[in-house]
């Protein structure tokens, strides 16, 4: 007995962790899911009611849902125990809930929600529902001098009523704002959060059965450094907005997914830009303010034109291309590849490094490569520019090239940089999926003659 006595002391001894003070324990217990900080309470006395003292609530409510519960009994437990978080324990700093709640339930949760959030500085709530219900979320639920960041997802409306906003601040210390959610006036929720600095937004829909209205515009705060703002609304709905402010003047990152057809507009001179990711839909009033917004973006290190960017361009019978100065990687996604319009790109890109082009195809299966491959020396409509683009000769040291079709086009492109890029190091080749084995190989071999003007460059093809 003296030797387990010994060994149990020894044990005891070497507990370094229970030694520590409460706040250290309770900073490293933070970083748990509730329910594992809960479970700390059986190793000891020292530990049984230390996890009551954690300032973090993170909580998934899927334990709760098991064959000997129903769906509302599993649901009336989980918000008993967070409207007894708010009695007993002490304030929350941090509060991240996922969750579901149907018709009783839901509203239950956002009065919780409500009465919570002042004084918690993070709040990351998500929903989920198997009947695709959509909760209304009324504007008293969300006011908070407190919370710094706020991330909501899931089927939400935040609506809000009558009340009046003029002026009025209700996040006025917020300065991370995520948003995925169904619905929302944005303009109006944006014109009472004063302090943002990073705003990411996903809109599923612009109107609601409790609220429609007629947007007139959306103005996006000055003190955005990070903006995606995304919209995610049926392809078939005709939705116009007279006018899109992009007044940031501090902003380091946009991604732009925009479905509206905006009359109008407002950009600045983003000077500290870094990254731009643009993915607007051809409708026909974008195409005219498509390149204004390109201009303004000429700074950016990082550019990414998806499709439906590269069909807004296209249109244009004079495009003015503004100098890309800074630009160091360009991604551009064509559903037809065009080489005319990117030597114009690249001529307005000098210290342009990587080069990224993924081709989706507009022909099914093999069509394209059994046309190349009966047609290898057919002439196509893009003729070598007179003077070579100077990140070519100079800058230029990776292309990738996905989606590659072996059309002739592709082919002289890609002979074409391979032969004038003097500091070319890697090209790689990414056939379609759908390319035979032995068209893989024709392509290969065909691009393996062809001279190159780096003795440094390697040729990867798959």
Wanted: hydrophobic share 40%; charged share 25%; net charge neutral.
């Amino acid at each position: 007995m003296g030797k387990r006595r010994k060994q149990r002391k020894a044990a005891v001894d070497r507990d370094v962790i229970s030694s520590l003070p409460d706040e250290i324990l309770c900073h490293i217990l933070s970083f748990l899911p509730t329910r594992t900080s809960m479970a700390t309470s059986v190793l000891s006395r020292r530990w049984r009611y230390l996890w009551e003292k954690v300032q973090v609530l993170d909580l998934n409510d899927d334990f709760l849902y098991t064959h000997d519960r129903s769906d509302e009994e599993a649901e009336e437990c989980f918000i008993n125990f967070l409207e007894k978080v708010v009695s007993g324990f002490n304030p929350l700093r941090k509060v991240r809930l996922s969750c579901r709640a149907d018709d009783y339930g839901y509203r239950r949760l956002f009065e919780w929600i409500g009465s919570v959030s002042e004084g918690v500085r993070e709040l990351y709530f998500s929903t989920r529902t198997t009947n695709r219900m959509t909760y209304t979320l009324h504007f008293e639920y969300i006011y908070s001098t407190s919370l710094v960041s706020l991330v909501l997802d899931g089927n939400i409306n935040i609506i809000f009523d009558d009340v009046n906003l003029d002026g009025k601040l209700f996040l006025p210390s917020l300065k991370n704002l995520e948003l995925h959610i169904d619905y929302l006036n944005l303009d109006v929720f944006l014109s009472g959060c004063p302090a943002l600095e990073t705003l990411r937004v996903t809109l599923i829909k612009f109107t609601t059965r409790e609220a429609d209205f007629d947007l007139e515009a959306i103005h996006m705060p000055r003190t955005l450094k990070s903006l995606t703002f995304e919209e995610r609304y049926h392809y078939s709905e005709v939705v116009t907005l007279k006018r899109l402010q992009l007044d940031t003047p501090s902003l380091e990152y946009l991604h732009l997914e925009l479905r509206c057809d905006y009359k109008r507009i407002l950009v600045c001179d983003y000077t500290n830009i870094k990254k731009a990711c643009l993915d607007i839909w051809p409708k026909r009033r974008n195409v005219a303010w498509v390149p204004k917004l390109l201009g303004a973006l000429c700074k950016t290190k990082f550019l990414w034109l998806k499709v439906s960017t590269i069909q807004c361009l296209l249109p244009a019978p004079v495009l003015d291309i503004p100098d890309f100065c800074n630009l160091i990687q360009l991604q551009l996604d064509f559903e037809d590849f065009k080489a005319k319009l990117l030597i114009d790109l690249l001529h307005h890109c000098p210290k342009l490094q990587a080069l990224k082009i993924y081709v989706l195809g507009s022909l099914d299966g093999e069509d394209y490569f059994y046309l190349s491959y009966l047609n290898p020396h057919k002439r196509n409509g893009w003729r070598q520019p007179s003077s070579v683009p100077n990140c070519i000769v100079s800058h230029l040291n990776t292309v990738e090239y996905r989606g590659y079709q072996n059309t002739p086009e592709e082919h002289e492109f890609t002979a074409y940089i391979l032969q004038r890029g003097l500091v070319l190091k890697t090209m790689r080749i990414h056939a379609k999926y759908y390319c035979p084995h032995y068209l893989k190989w024709e392509i290969s071999q065909a691009l393996s003659e062809i001279q190159r003007g780096s003795n440094m460059c390697r040729l990867e093809i798959d």
